[in-house]
């Protein structure tokens, strides 16, 4: 009982402080490139920095952009984008940079239908909301979790950015009954999402792809299933605020994710 007490009061931290926003507005988009490119070129160099300080690429323009804002501040606590491929012309970018790094036959997106295969890639949560001490390791700009810090019983502990933009993304999956998603990532990231019983299965070696990554697996429509006891509550909760304010709303879905 005690623990779903304390999961029961993250979900409610989690509203009180922070909401999803999936609307893809000009403005949630442009927040979303802002972030990027502060953890990706300018922190991480792992790509250019440039003039207008928006990191894009050829990707975006059939993506998903999820954030999350804080609710007191109405600042952008993270950004991660789900990318849509409707044609083989259209390569996700693990089939386009990594495909040699799929061993895993079954699972390979070349078997499933283009619309139901999405890769979730470019998770980025700015060094403002990574001030407090457990934040501060080698990982945490790019989603992981401090597994040596984490608790669900000390919020103070509790990573909520990074397992709110998981969770978010999940979201708007299966609201889409997505059953196919691919994300190249540390294994060490994906280890630790294990913490919340998103079960990343890995389908190949890791490989040199922006560091030592490799390529993993997972069916959004299972992940009720495999979450943590009580960890469904803030998936609901998400699910919930995404739905009362009518994000995956008609035309994102004619335009989007089409």
């Known amino acids: 009982m005690k623990k779903n007490h304390d999961v029961e009061t993250i979900a409610s931290h989690f509203a009180s402080f922070f909401k999803p926003d999936v609307s893809n507005s000009k403005k949630s988009i442009e927040a979303s490139f802002s972030i ?9 160099k792992l790509e250019p920095e440039n003039e207008l300080k928006l990191e894009t690429d050829e990707f975006d323009s059939h993506s998903i952009h999820c954030l999350i804002q804080h609710v007191g501040r109405e600042r952008f606590a993270g950004t991660v984008r789900i990318i849509r491929s409707s044609s083989a012309d259209e390569p996700l970018p693990i089939e386009k940079f990594c495909e040699d790094s799929i061993t895993n036959a079954v699972l390979h997106p070349r078997n499933f239908a283009r619309e139901d295969i999405v890769e979730i890639s470019r998770l980025a ?9 457990m934040d501060k390791f080698e990982g945490a700009a790019t989603g992981s979790i401090n597994e040596d810090t984490y608790s669900e019983k ?22 889409l009954n997505i059953h196919h ?67 995956v709303d008609r035309n994102a879905r004619d335009t989007l994710f089409s």
């Open 36 to 44: 990027r490119h502060t953890v990706y070129a300018e922190e991480l």
């Open 125 to 133: 949560v700015p060094s403002e909301f990574r001030r407090r001490q």
């Open 154 to 175: 000390e919020l103070r502990c509790f990573p909520f950015i990074a397992i709110g933009l998981y969770l978010t993304a999940t979201a708007v999956l299966m609201q």
């Open 181 to 247: 998603c691919y994300v190249m990532v540390e294994p060490r990231l994906a280890r630790s999402m294990r913490l919340v019983g998103l079960e990343f299965e890995q389908i190949g070696p890791i490989v040199d792809y922006h560091g030592k990554r490799a390529p993993f697996f997972i069916n959004p429509m299972k992940v009720q299933n495999s979450l943590r006891p009580g960890f469904k509550e803030l998936l609901d909760t998400i699910i919930d605020k995404i739905a009362s304010r009518n994000m």
